[in-house]
């Protein structure tokens, strides 16, 4: 259940029930996607990082090592030893992005694993099977994501493939639930509105869905390849048809700017690998933009990568250390670099809805949604 708290503007501070707990939204959810950050973050360092939502991925478990094993080990809750609450996408974004070969029909997608190879289906039934099999609290909808940019025809014919399979999911989710050896019966389905960036097909597309009165509704398709303006143009325009009721989800988005500026159009909850990704690579975020930490400036740097920062790697190491262990290949810089990144954007959200708390959220915006973004 979601409770609406208060509202500046579009900007929605509120709180989400799940089986493994209230969510405090606007939130971040950490991706790990195969059950792990990569970066070597445990279920123990996210919790000591600020995450209060965790996020699979529902190919790849499927995959490997198998969904049917991760129910044998008691869900995946049990298996990664992570008490809070989880979201599963559906799985299709990954067929999509990686299959090769793939053929879509009404009953689902054929396409071979980039693992192995080997021949999958996956449809409606099958994601909502697998997700229950994972347990989360959150089962994302399966659907399309339909590449930027497409014929509109085309786009039209999707979304309403995407409309029916989503009727499916609902009905499939109830009958796994009401099992009784269902790993979370408890589980949750979000529907994903589509339509690319045209604004006539995703109000329709989210007028339909939405009549399903489903526990949450995501936005999907965007940040894969539109520029940032038809993002909030189209967050805009669909945000107005979604239930006022129900959590907002902004799928693979993004940027700290991104985020903030997500914030002000009226979203909820949002998920991204950049910070994770970012820091892999020792691109790191400040509460003044991004530094490359390899730059050799930062060789005999003696201060934290952010001074302002309580994550806690910046209350231990330095950033001459920091870049010592990415010049030495060490894996521990990529786990200090994660966990700082991803420390970072959890705090982000919580200093947002602080600043909603206490009706500030404009000069926040104001203050960060263009600093966060660049490259000092």
């Not at 959810?29 to 000591?48: C, F, P, Y």
């Amino acid at each position: 259940m979601y409770q609406l708290l208060k509202q500046e503007g579009h900007a929605r501070r509120g709180s989400f029930d799940t089986p493994h707990g209230t969510v405090q939204t606007p939130v971040f959810m950490n991706v790990g996607t195969q059950g792990a950050i990569k970066g070597a973050l445990s279920a123990r360092d996210l919790k000591e990082i600020g995450c209060q939502v965790e996020l699979s991925n529902t190919y790849h478990l499927h995959v490997r090592p198998g969904d049917e094993l991760v129910k044998e080990m008691g869900g995946l809750h049990r298996f990664m030893t992570w008490d809070g609450p989880i979201l599963t996408d559906s799985g299709g974004f990954q067929i999509f992005s990686l299959a090769q070969l793939r053929k879509i029909t009404e009953d689902g997608v054929k396409f071979n694993s980039h693992v192995d190879g080997r021949h999958i289906f996956m449809g409606p039934e099958e994601s909502m099977r697998i997700q229950s099999n994972l347990g989360s609290d959150i089962a994302m909808a399966f659907d399309e994501c339909i590449k930027i940019p497409s014929p509109k025809d085309y786009v039209q014919k999707s979304c309403d493939r995407t409309a029916r399979w989503l009727e499916r999911c609902q009905k499939a989710l109830r009958e796994y639930n009401s099992r009784e050896d269902a790993v979370n019966p408890g589980q949750m389905l979000f529907g994903i509105n589509q339509g690319t960036i045209f604004h006539d097909i995703r109000i329709s597309h989210m007028k339909q869905i939405a009549a399903l009165d489903l526990p949450g509704y995501a936005i999907g398709g965007l940040a894969v390849g539109e520029t940032h303006q038809e993002m909030y143009d189209t967050i805009e325009a669909v945000e107005e048809y979604m239930p006022k009721d129900k959590p907002r989800y902004l799928m693979g988005v993004g940027t700290p700017g991104n985020i903030i500026e997500s914030v002000a159009r009226g979203v909820d909850f949002f998920d991204c690998v950049m910070p994770a990704r970012n820091g892999r690579h020792g691109h790191l975020f400040t509460w003044n933009g991004i530094i490359n930490i390899k730059n050799e400036k930062y060789a005999r740097d003696s201060q934290p990568i952010d001074p302002s920062c309580q994550c806690p790697v910046c209350r231990r190491y330095s950033r001459a250390y920091i870049r010592h262990l990415f010049k030495a290949e060490e894996m521990l810089a990529m786990r200090m670099a994660v966990a700082h990144n991803l420390f970072f954007y959890n705090d982000l959200m919580r200093r947002i809805r602080e600043s909603l708390d206490e009706g500030r959220f404009a000069q926040f915006r104001a203050q960060y949604a263009e600093i966060l973004d660049k490259r000092i």
